[in-house]
């Protein structure tokens, strides 16, 4: 995992999204106790134990409430939402139905700044993608990050990042599993969102 994270620094990437399971978070500590400019940012853990602590602790500046949890739309989403505001971090939502959850924030005015939702070209995952491409593009007080940006490996980089790169994607998660794939990737996403138009 440290060769990945290492491999995607090298490209250009300066961060990771993690959730605190497994050997993931022990590599992007390394990263940011070796590298001043690289951040981490995760989403809960969809247990009984959110592991906000855990990601606090690793250096994380902002958390998403879970998707498995956020989605629900439920007093547990806004319990975590407060408990990571409260903490001086960064609160944001992280959803697999984007549509219904940004107009849930939106109608409720609630304590979110960034949500992480699926947005790709092949506009699978999306939900109803033309709504969500409208609500991104013309949604000003929020950041959102796309996931699922290579819909499952079934869209080449290229095409993946150009197209995110014409929206208000303010960046990007890429799931790699090869040093390959981490340098191509990186590179790709960042000359792509490097032309964006303001």
């Known amino acids: ?31 940011i106790d070796t590298y001043s400019d690289y951040v981490i940012t995760g989403s809960t853990y ?5 592991k906000i602590e855990a990601l606090i602790e690793n250096g994380a ?4 409430v879970h998707a498995i949890i956020s989605d629900r ?4 989403m806004t319990k975590l939402l407060d408990a990571i505001s409260n903490r001086g971090i960064i609160p944001g939502i ?9 107009r849930y924030v939106i109608e409720n005015n609630l304590n979110v700044r960034v949500f992480l939702i699926p947005f790709n070209a092949n506009r699978v995952f999306m939900g109803n993608a033309k709504e969500l ?3 991104v593009d013309n949604t000003k007080e929020y950041h959102f990050i796309g996931m699922k940006t290579l819909a499952a490996g ?7 990042f150009n197209y995110i790169s014409r929206h208000n994607i ?13 340098e191509e990737s990186t590179k790709i996403a960042l000359k792509a969102l490097s032309n964006k138009k303001a």
């Open 170 to 182: 303010t960046a990007v998660t890429i799931g790699m599993v090869t040093k390959q794939q981490a």
């Open 154 to 160: 079934a869209i080449i980089p290229k095409i993946a």
């Open 1 to 31: 995992m440290l060769e990945i994270l290492e491999t995607s620094y090298q490209a250009g990437a300066r961060g990771i999204e993690v959730i605190p399971i497994g050997k993931i978070l022990d590599a992007a500590k390394i990263m």
């Open 46 to 50: 969809p247990g009984i134990d959110p």
């Open 94 to 102: 992280a959803t697999h139905e984007p549509v219904s959850m940004i």
């Open 73 to 76: 739309k439920g007093r547990i």
């Open 61 to 64: 500046k902002l958390i998403f």
């Open 133 to 135: 491409e409208e609500i």
